[in-house]
């Protein structure tokens, strides 16, 4: 069975930064692409940034470019999301989820529990 656990939540000022985790277990994590998504309340989850299996290609959603950093340590079975430069409108519930193909392009069938991310203003 596929868990994915997250950490790294808290509370922030804007401007700030903050480095989600996830930590994987129950199958071979270095041969499938890993995604964060969020949800704010009151509103639909969406894509943030994915990472394919070999952590060489990445892709953001247009309201994090430039200031968010996806990668992953497979030796650890750990995916990362560095945060910078964080605005008030990031606020949301962060997830990890994990794909069921090598690259972005299959589906996300794998969701941790979430962790909290709040930027105060």
């Known amino acids: 069975q596929v868990q994915l656990v997250e950490s790294g939540g808290g509370l922030v000022q804007a401007g700030g930064s903050l480095r989600l985790s996830c930590a994987a277990s129950?199958?071979?994590?270095?041969?499938?692409?890993m995604g964060w998504f969020r949800q704010a309340p009151g509103k639909k989850r969406e894509f943030v940034a994915a990472?394919?299996?070999?952590?060489?290609?990445?892709n953001y959603a247009d309201s994090v470019k430039g200031r968010f950093i996806i990668s992953r340590d497979n030796a650890k079975n750990t995916v990362y999301l560095q945060m910078n430069r964080l605005k008030p409108e990031d606020t949301a519930v962060y997830y990890c989820?994990?794909?069921?193909?090598?690259?972005?392009?299959?589906?996300?069938?794998?969701w941790g529990q979430g962790t909290q991310v709040t930027v105060s203003s």
């Open positions: 989820a994990g794909s069921t193909g090598p690259t972005s392009q299959y589906d996300y069938n794998y």
């Open positions: 129950g199958r071979t994590f270095s041969s499938y692409a």
């Open positions: 990472i394919d299996w070999s952590g060489v290609s990445t």
